[in-house]
């Protein structure tokens, strides 16, 4: 059946190539459809190099262009009061600015893999959230465990990490390990809390590819894939998460889980770095015992650490990044891939085209963003939740931890726009929320639940074709 269809295929392609060649054109063109062309419409980008998440969408100009490169500065500001920016970092932390966890506008390596856990200079570039086994958050704590300290101050706890691994095989004899990552908390700064009442998750970063897009995105096309997107002979079902905070309902679209509406720059100034907003005026030590009296480090609670003028700057930054065009899109081997990602069913959850709404984004304190709105965009995602499963070494894809409507075992379906780029940007290739897989072949194999059959059908397929799948992912 294949064998036919590829037959008819290439007779389809070869009265052209020669002719193409001949006269130098384009074959882009002739072969790929027209609105595969480009990844983002007019906010796509021809940069290949490490700055490719991290370069200005064309159609920033004027004030929002500078606004852009100010947003720019703040990301990456270390937030320590003599730099001119602002202070303000901890006492307390997990990162010391946006930018180091999301370096160069992706994924900064986790220290999962080389440092086990918070490691010798102490910086993971993960999220750690802990709770009580009964789901409630430590009084002394809070949600995220905060593994690093301005001089003088004690971390809230150390991360160690551990791997358990295990080798499978593939029908025709190739062999893949996936390796479970395992967590312990070390060097309390208070009362240790005993690990039969401890619960912990980690997340690695996730790529800034495609973020004004995101928000920009018609939610009514997302809530329609989720009531019509149902395809019981592969048991696949994605749904919505929804986030009512402030009386009003939204749908989520940011997060490993969707758990959030927006791109969470108030969140992460206020949880990830210690830097107090007008969303969050506490400092989020508050309350633990080493901050008694308030005047730890001299610490002053009357004055906010970042306007929300700059907040929005930072999230205009985000929004305002271009999004890297494909790759390599005539390479055979990348054409049969791509084929095989729509055998396997990929698509049915990494769905290749979505549209954004007329009138564009928003920004925090309502500046618009029309040149956003319109445009046909292919961010390989549904941004729906799926049950992955927990079946894969007795755990899978569960990490029992509920966000929102997201149960433990479900996920956001991760956009793949950027993704052959992530090396090439951040030096690695670790991927899933907790940064298990060490490439993409072991990230395919982790799909279980919603995802099994899909899987199934990549390892199924001869070693030449998931191979031409991964080529294809490379070119995203
Ligand atoms: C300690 C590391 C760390 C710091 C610091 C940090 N982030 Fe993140 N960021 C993460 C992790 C981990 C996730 C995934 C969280 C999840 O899904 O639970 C994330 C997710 C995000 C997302 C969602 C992206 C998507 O595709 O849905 C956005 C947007 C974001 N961060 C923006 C920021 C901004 C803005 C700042 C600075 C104010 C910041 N982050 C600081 C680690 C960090
Ligand atoms: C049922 C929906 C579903 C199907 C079908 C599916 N995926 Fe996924 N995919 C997801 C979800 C959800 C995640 C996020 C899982 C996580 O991070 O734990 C994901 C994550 C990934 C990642 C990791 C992305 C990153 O940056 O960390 C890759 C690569 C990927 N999928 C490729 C594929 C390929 C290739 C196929 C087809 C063989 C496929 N997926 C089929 C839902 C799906």
């Known amino acids: 059946m294949r064998t036919i269809r590829n037959i008819l295929l290439l007779l389809a392609v070869l009265p052209f190539l020669p002719s193409c060649e001949e006269e130098g054109m384009d074959v882009r063109d002739l072969e790929i459809p027209d609105n595969y062309a480009l990844s983002a419409g007019t906010s796509t980008l021809f ?21 852009f490169i100010r947003g720019d500065k703040l990301y990456d500001d270390i937030r320590t009061s003599s730099n001119g920016h602002g202070g303000g970092l901890g006492p307390v932390y997990a990162g010391y600015s946006c930018g180091s966890c999301h370096r160069n506008a992706g994924r900064t390596k986790p220290a999962l893999w080389s440092e086990k856990g918070s490691g010798s200079y102490g910086f993971s570039a993960m999220l750690v959230y802990i709770t009580r086994k009964n789901g409630a958050f430590f009084p002394d704590y809070g ?3 905060h593994d690093q300290a301005i001089y003088g101050v004690q971390p809230e706890g150390k991360l160690r990490t551990s791997l358990r691994c295990e080798t499978f095989s593939f029908p025709d ?27 912990c998750t980690v997340r690695i970063p996730l790529r800034h590819v495609g973020m004004g897009q995101m928000m920009a995105l018609d939610q009514a096309e997302i809530e329609t894939l989720a009531a019509r997107s149902n395809y019981p002979e592969y048991g696949i079902s994605g749904r919505c998460n929804y986030i009512t905070e402030r009386g009003v309902k939204s749908l989520g679209l940011s997060g490993n889980k969707a758990q959030h509406a927006d791109l969470t720059v108030e969140l992460g100034f206020s949880s990830d770095m ?44 985000m929004q305002g990044l271009g999004v890297p065009a494909r790759r390599n899109v005539n390479d055979p081997t990348v054409k049969r891939g791509e084929e095989m990602f729509y055998q396997a069913k990929c698509h049915l959850c990494h769905v290749t085209t979505l549209h954004t709404r007329p009138r564009g984004s928003t920004l925090l304190n309502g500046t618009g963003l029309p040149w956003l709105g319109g445009q046909t965009v292919h961010p390989y995602s549904d941004f729906l939740l799926h049950d992955m499963g927990s079946e894969i070494m007795g755990v899978g894809l569960n ?23 992530q090396e090439k940007v951040n030096g690695h290739t670790y991927f899933l929320h907790d940064g298990r897989a060490r490439n993409l072949l072991e990230a395919i194999m982790w799909h279980g639940g919603e995802g099994e059959a899909s899987k199934n059908l990549f390892r199924q397929m001869p070693r030449e074709d998931r191979d031409a799948l991964i080529a294809f992912l490379h070119s995203l």
């Open 47 to 67: 940069v290949n190099s490490s700055y490719a998440y991290d370069s200005p969408a064309d159609w920033l100009s004027g004030t929002y262009e500078s606004r």
């Open 173 to 199: 004899g190739e062999t893949y390990e996936l390796c479970v990552p395992g967590y312990e908390i070390t060097e309390w700064y208070a009362d240790s809390i005993a690990p039969e009442d401890l619960f």
């Open 143 to 145: 949600r995220v465990l």
């Open 274 to 317: 210690g830097v107090t907003n007008s969303r969050y005026p506490e400092e989020i030590c508050e309350g633990q015992s080493q901050m008694q009296g308030g005047s730890m480090m001299g610490l002053s609670y009357d004055q906010l650490d970042i306007s929300t003028e700059d907040m929005e700057n930072v999230d205009l930054y």
């Open 399 to 421: 990490d029992n931890y509920v966000s929102g409507l997201a149960r433990g075992n479900e996920w956001r379906t991760t956009p793949l726009w950027g993704i052959g780029l």
